[in-house]
T-cell receptor, first 112, second 113 residues
Framework: DQQVKQNSPSLSVQEGRISILNCDYT??????FLWYKKYPAEGPTFLIS?????DKNEDGRFTVFLNKSAKHLSLHIVPSQPGDSAVYFC???????????FGAGTTVTVRA | DADVTQTPRNRITKTGKRIMLECSQT?????MYWYRQDPGLGLRLIYY???????NKGEISDGYSVSRQAQAKFSLSLESAIPNQTALYFC????????????FGEGSWLTVV
């Protein structure tokens, strides 16, 4: 059973608007969360992470929000750009267990 | 040049054949992983190794084996390939002292016919 779930397989957004990607997890021991971005024919690349001691982490246009009580995190991309069109994977781990559990991914398409 | 290199990048093989996917890294990381990507299932861990003498099964290790030949090399073998092993395979690395972020290779497409 998947411990990390991304329930929206796809998201279409207009250039310049906000993209919001959601992720839910079931394992309460997870305390470190990451987002990866993947272009076709390339490997996933690390985008942004957050530790459970925080509820928000920002890096440029990308912000990740963590709601521990709801076991939910989200990635906001503002403003969305055509180059953001990719598959985004949510991942989670326990601090002392360096294996990552991944969600199924959300394909983002940014329309011009 | 990529820090994590996988060979071959694409391979078509027949059911029952043995196939090996190789991974080498120049990042100097101690930890290496093999993941598999399937549509709708995301990335699932096959095997991982925290150093040369350490090999661990992931969530979907059946039908696979691995070898950590050196700190920089980690190979994945399918002893007798079957069609449901058709997938995109990723090698990844991380540094144990640097947290949980892992770094992926470019992937190897394997088709079993």
């Amino acid at each position: 059973d998947q411990q990390v779930k991304q329930n929206s397989p796809s998201l279409s957004v207009q250039e310049g608007r906000i993209s919001i990607l959601n992720c839910d997890y079931t394992n309460s021991m997870f305390d470190y969360f990451l987002w990866y971005k993947k272009y076709p024919a390339e490997g996933p690349t690390f985008l942004i992470s957050i530790s459970s001691i925080k509820d928000k982490n920002e890096d440029g246009r990308f912000t990740v929000f963590l709601n521990k009580s709801a076991k939910h995190l989200s990635l906001h991309i503002v403003p969305s750009q055509p180059g953001d069109s990719a598959v985004y994977f949510c991942a989670a781990s326990e601090t002392n267990d360096y294996k990552l559990s991944f969600g199924a991914g959300t394909t983002v398409t940014v329309r011009a | 040049d990529a820090d994590v290199t996988q060979t071959p990048r694409n391979r078509i093989t027949k059911t029952g054949k043995r196939i090996m996917l190789e991974c080498s890294q120049t990042k100097g990381h101690d930890r290496m992983y093999w993941y598999r990507q399937d549509p709708g299932l995301g990335l699932r861990l096959i095997y991982y190794s925290f150093d040369v003498k350490d090999i661990n099964k992931g969530e979907i290790s059946d039908g696979y084996s691995v070898s950590r030949q050196a700190q920089a090399k980690f190979s994945l073998s399918l002893e007798s390939a079957i069609p449901n092993q058709t997938a995109l395979y990723f090698c990844a690395t991380s540094q144990g002292s640097a947290g949980n972020t892992i770094y992926f290779g470019e992937g190897s497409w394997l088709t079993v016919v």
